[in-house]
């Protein structure tokens, strides 16, 4: 169980970090990629732990590094695509505003 808490605690800290480097973090919320990195490194830890790759010679760095960096992926792919998203978004119903 210490391990779903480091797990934890470096996806969030990744998610937070992600957030602080995006130039359009004004766009979203800041618990969002936060959030999203928690729920996939969380979720992959207990897939890979289930899946029996847990507390095994040679495969111990399984359920710790690697929900890690998924979870520092996923927070990386969700800000590129609801930054962008919702940049595009924002423009439009400006535009939709400035034209009546």
Known sequence: MLSLTIVVLVTA????????????????????????AVAVGAFSWIIFMAAGFGYQPGLTWIPWILPMALGAAAAVGAVIYIGRTRARHDTARLTAALKL
């Open 13 to 36: 800290a990744a998610g937070f970090i992600v957030w602080a480097n995006d130039k359009r973090h004004a766009k979203y919320g800041m618990g969002l990629p936060a959030g999203v």
